[in-house]
């Protein structure tokens, strides 16, 4: 049995650079427009500490229609969930230009004092955001996907009352931040964790719902579709060594393809759910979530969202959310 559930990061991007309006809550809210038009939810990952900072600072006046989407989100019964980029919580704007904190980059190697601080903030942003003073995200994604080493977040987003996490991408492999989330390649398609969000442990509490990947030659990442949005990424400078590790991320002949709603053509979204249709045949008894991520500022290609959700209907595929699919998968 297959649902599917579709995530968006909703953020602008990683430097600072860009409009909240352009980015952020127009794409957002067209795809809540054609979600509503289907009478189907999605999963918002809200990037919370680049939120709070710019509001405070004052350099994007979109941030009061960007709170109040939020809000409508969460209205309307779309599933809130916490993102994370901790750069941002140390930025300074000067001249026009963010400066990020670098050095924070990777909330799992902070001091576990810093992590408790940037959770809890966090956590209280969207509490106040939303006037629900216990309000809990249900779900928690990782900037840039790094949750490794994992204990520490782990353990205090299970303080918080988080219950699942969707930042495993099977196959990752980031040299620069050691992110390896090759050995996930043998998982199934959600476990309990504990110290090692790659270890399935049917003692941790929290569960983890991979963003679903295939492993494929580099050439097929190619298509002209991912180079173009990819070309807009505007990116950080990059040193010899930064280069060089990125470098050996690429040196080998399978890399994971995300099944990315924003990224990916019409024609590869139906190949792999065809794949997987067809599995599901063959064992109709086994769950088989399947997570999509992608994120409002890539959202420019609404015609194969639509198409997405009309094939999803037309095999009877339901769309869902990881509040809604948690007591299917919960043994502990
Ligand atoms: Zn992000």
């Known amino acids: 049995m297959i649902e599917f559930i579709f995530t968006i990061d909703y953020e ?25 038009k289907w009478n189907a939810y999605f999963v918002t990952f809200v990037e919370v500490a680049e939120l709070e900072i710019i509001e405070a600072s004052n350099s994007d006046q979109a941030i009061t229609f960007v709170k109040h989407q939020i809000h409508d989100f ?17 930025g300074k704007y000067e001249n026009g230009k963010w400066q990020l904190d670098y050095e924070e980059y990777n909330l799992c190697i902070l001091p576990l004092d810093r992590i408790k601080q940037i959770i809890t903030r966090s956590v209280e942003y969207l509490r106040d955001l939303l006037g629900v003073a216990d309000f809990t995200p249900f779900s928690f994604r990782a900037g840039n996907w790094l949750f490794q080493p994992t204990h520490n977040v782990g353990k205090v987003l299970v303080d918080h009352g988080v219950k699942v996490d969707s930042s495993v991408f099977k196959g990752g492999l980031q040299h620069q931040y050691k992110l390896d989330y090759r050995r996930a390649l043998k998982n199934d398609y959600y476990w309990h964790f504990a110290d090692d969000v790659n270890v399935p442990n049917p003692q941790g509490t929290l569960i983890e719902f991979p963003i679903y990947t295939k492993m494929v030659p580099l050439w ?6 991912r180079i173009g949005l990819q070309r807009k990424v505007p990116t950080r400078i990059q040193n010899g060594q930064q280069r060089l590790l990125r470098i050996l991320d690429f040196l080998r002949p399978y890399h994971p393809l995300k099944f990315d709603f924003c990224r990916m053509t019409m024609s590869e979204l139906i190949h792999i759910l065809g794949n997987e249709i067809r599995q599901d045949q063959k064992d109709p ?4 979530p399947i997570i999509a991520i992608g994120h409002t500022k890539d959202l420019i290609d609404f015609d194969t969202v639509d198409s997405l959700l009309l094939y999803l ?19 502990s």
């Not at 097929?220 to 579709?225: E, F, G, R």
């Not at 769309?319 to 043994?331: D, E, G, L, P, W």
């Open 74 to 90: 969460y209205d309307k019964g779309f599933e809130v969930g916490l993102h994370l980029h901790p750069q941002w919580y140390n």
């Open 220 to 225: 097929k990442l190619a298509t002209a579709k």
């Open 12 to 36: 602008i991007y990683g430097n600072g650079e860009g409009s909240l309006r352009e980015l952020v809550y127009e794409p957002a809210k067209r795809l809540m427009e054609i979600f509503e």
């Open 285 to 288: 008894n086994l769950f088989r």
């Open 313 to 331: 209907r037309k095999n009877e595929i339901p769309i869902s959310t990881f509040r809604a699919i948690y007591h299917k998968c919960n043994f």
